[in-house]
């Protein structure tokens, strides 16, 4: 995988990651429960679980809609990227691991970094 391939991985994950955030943050804002959420959703709990941990891919709309019934409001930005250097891999596999962490999300077993990284690159 050459080092554009790992960089676009790299900003989509990123961003799946930054929603599952967005929804963390407004949830706790909000003062409500993954169970709320799924009820005011009306989707099944594990739907919710699925968009925090960045395990789904949440449209804008979905994103937007979700973030309307937790009383906030989406808002894009775009930020140049910077073609200096690639990402380093293990600051995608902290990032990502700090995530599921702070959402909270349980994992039967923490998987080795290479592992981590082959399932975030889609190799399953």
Avoid: W
């Amino acid at each position: 995988m050459g080092d554009e391939d790992y960089q676009a991985v790299y900003a989509e994950e990123s961003a799946m990651v930054d929603a599952g955030e967005l929804i963390a943050e407004a949830m706790e804002n909000a003062g409500l429960s993954r169970a709320d959420l799924a009820r005011k959703l009306g989707v099944p709990r594990s739907e919710i679980t699925a968009r925090l941990s960045g395990e789904r891919n949440i449209t804008v709309r979905n994103l937007a809609k979700t973030l309307h019934v937790l009383g906030a409001k989406l808002v894009l930005d775009v930020e140049r990227e910077s073609k200096s250097s690639p990402a380093d891999p293990s600051k995608l596999i902290g990032m990502a691991y700090r995530s599921c962490r702070d959402l909270r999300v349980q994992h039967e077993a923490r998987p080795s970094n290479e592992r981590f990284l082959e399932l975030m690159l889609g190799r399953r």
